[in-house]
Nanobody, 114 residues
């Protein structure tokens, strides 16, 4: 139902764009977002956007990452600039439907080399 794209290996300072397309029964959403997880640590919110286009970001990515959506394509994007080795993680997209149901995409690995 959620398919993520954009797995990659980039050098520090580089950029990468992740995308996540919703299909099937996911036509509308309250929130679409990206989370990331490093082995041994809890999953953390990276960025989230509401259906009203309000956004919020983790402090560690503010000014570097931008979340956006293409509602016609039911797709959420995460543009990541000025990447740092600390951004290395498995990134997962998330959708919360108007009914409050959580949908998760399969994680995609982003590796930032120093």
């Amino acid at each position: 139902q959620l398919q993520a794209f954009g797995r990659g290996l980039v050098q520090a300072g580089g950029s990468l764009r992740l995308s996540c397309a919703a299909s099937g029964s996911i036509f509308t959403f309250n929130y679409m977002g990206w989370y990331r997880q490093v082995p041994g640590k809890q999953r953390e919110l990276v960025a989230r956007i509401s259906s009203g286009v309000a956004t919020n970001y983790a402090d560690s990515v503010k000014g570097r990452f931008t979340i956006s959506t293409d509602n016609a394509k039911n797709t959420v994007y995460l543009q990541m600039n000025s990447l740092k080795p600390d951004d290395t993680a498995v990134y997962s997209c998330n959708v919360i439907s108007p009914m409050g149901i959580n949908y998760w995409g399969k994680g995609t690995l982003v590796t930032v080399s120093s």
